[in-house]
């Protein structure tokens, strides 16, 4: 197979929407560095690996693990990066490094000599124009350390004070930029990140909430009330959620582990009542709460996807007062008690937790949010 296209099945989109999304939702918190900035506008291929043996940066895509100068094939260690390609050269970020055809490694193709290849020779180019992102400091998702070696042209880890193997004889040689990497999201360390900085994390429960949180947490509510038998004959109907904005308080509680309290204080719930009369629906009563509601649960953060488990949710409500139309005041209060004697907060809490589907979609829009973060 060409070795373009053979490049070319590793290619990933471009992301547009995950930029305009963290746009639409204005939030001045979001942290986006300029490699993090640069890396989402451009493509990028991953299966980008250092290698243990030599220190460089090889392409670990193709069963053959090309030459290193260590012996036979390089051998992949650490973070995947994801390496952004087919981008304008900027102040930040430097194009013409390439795939090398022979050895595997990521080499600086903008030099009239092409360093020293372990398969012989100078390096060949193939595949992606790289535009690498340097001089930014290292984040959980970007590693700096990253040089050229002046000795062999490869992309090298400075970080080691052993500079492994270059062919053109003892260790690599660091010069020029300083280049911070992208590599796939160690999320343990981004989210203990985020939350020990304060404001990005609560920033991302805030995104989490309008994209999905308030939606699951209506349906929960809507399917509480709908079938709802009140007393005999009158049950629940057409319940429609309004839950507002709210605001998160985050806490570390254990390894990996967070506690989350959210504060929503203006939310609402319509809904009907069937009644044995012989009006018909125009007749049923109608109902209008307005309530507080602080939602409480535990985050646990892994290496994996989806990288949020929801764990323990326990709704609340508080400052409930309850409205109706075409109902007696015995019912008026039969409903009241509901709304403010704890059993509709039992009710979302049993529903939440006791539904995986749910805790599931709460999960993934964590963990969605997380990814539009950096
Ligand atoms: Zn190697
Ligand atoms: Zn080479
Ligand atoms: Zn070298």
Redesign the pocket.
């Known amino acids: 197979m060409h070795h373009a296209l053979k490049h070319q099945i590793f290619e990933r989109p471009p992301n547009p929407r995950r930029r305009s999304a963290i746009v639409a939702a204005g939030c001045g918190l979001v942290l986006l560095g300029p490699a993090a900035r640069y890396a989402q506008a451009a493509p990028a291929q991953g299966a980008w690996r250092y290698c243990r043996k030599c220190h460089v940066m090889f392409f670990n895509g193709y069963p053959a693990k090309g030459t290193c100068p260590g012996g036979a094939g390089h051998e992949a260690a650490g973070y995947t990066f994801v390496l952004p390609y087919d981008a304008p050269e900027t102040a930040g970020a430097q194009r013409n490094w390439r795939f090398c055809q022979k050895c595997n490694a990521m080499f600086f193709d903008g030099f009239p000599a092409k360093g020293a290849c372990p398969a012989g020779g100078g390096h060949a180019a193939a595949g992606f124009n790289f535009v690498l992102p340097h001089s930014a400091p290292e984040t959980p998702v970007a590693q700096a350390g990253w040089r050229f ?1 002046d ?2 042209n ?1 992309m ?1 880890y400075d970080g080691y004070p052993d500079k492994g193997l ?3 004889g003892g260790g ?2 660091a010069n020029g930029f300083n280049f911070v990497l992208r590599h796939t999201t160690d999320y343990p360390a981004k989210v203990a990140h985020l939350t020990t900085a304060g404001a990005p994390m609560l920033n991302v429960l805030q995104i989490m909430w309008r994209d999905q949180g308030r939606r699951v947490m209506g349906e929960g509510m809507q399917q509480a009330i709908n079938g709802r038998r009140f007393s005999d004959g009158v049950n629940g109907y057409d319940t429609e959620a309004n839950i507002g904005d709210m605001v998160p308080t985050i806490r570390p509680a254990g390894e990996n582990r967070f506690a989350v309290e959210m504060n929503a204080p203006g939310n609402n719930i319509k809904f009907h009542a069937t009644t044995p009369t012989i009006f018909g629906a125009a007749m049923d009563p109608a109902f209008r709460v307005g309530f507080g509601m602080l939602v409480k649960f535990e985050m646990n953060v892994r290496n994996a996807r989806p990288a949020i488990d929801i764990a323990s949710v326990d709704a609340s409500l508080r400052d409930a007062s309850v409205h109706g139309a075409n109902a007696v005041g015995t019912l008026v209060e039969t409903v009241g008690d509901f709304f403010t004697g704890g059993d509709f907060s039992r009710s979302i809490t049993e529903r939440i937790n006791g539904d995986p589907a749910a805790r599931a979609q709460l999960s993934k829009a964590v963990a969605a949010a997380l990814d539009q973060v950096f």
Do not use: E, M, P
């Open positions: 070696c000795k062999c490869a090298f270059c062919k053109a690599h040689r």
